[in-house]
């Protein structure tokens, strides 16, 4: 039986690996995840949070569902978008995904 396992692996009995290895693979893995996963995505929603803060009357927005218009009213938690001229939609402040440079409206008719 000498052939499958050799004498001295065996003897040996395998090492004894310590136990703060693994804390100390974990932590590591924690810190990778939390500065490839976690902080880029705080930045994006501290940066949406600022972007739908500064709001104002006549800024051209894109909706999350994909909806053009400029605001012609602003409320706490509501803003009212011209689609079109004389129509109007209420849409969440959050929902806005990107406010769009002035005069982008008028270029795409």
Do not use: C, W
Request: no cysteine; proline share 4%; hydrophobic share 50%.
């Amino acid at each position: 039986m000498n052939f499958l396992i050799s004498d001295a692996m065996a003897q040996s009995g395998g090492q004894a690996s310590n136990p703060l290895s693994g804390f100390i693979f974990i932590g590591i893995f924690f810190v990778i995840m939390y500065f490839m996963l976690i902080r880029p995505q705080q930045k994006r929603m501290k940066a949406h949070n600022e972007m739908v803060g500064a709001l104002g009357v006549g800024d051209e927005v894109i909706t999350n569902g994909g909806t053009l218009g400029a605001i012609v009213a602003v409320d706490e938690s509501f803003i009212k978008i011209e689609i079109a001229p004389g129509t109007e939609i209420h849409v969440q402040r959050s929902a806005v995904a990107k406010v769009l440079p002035k005069g982008t409206i008028k270029s795409l008719k």
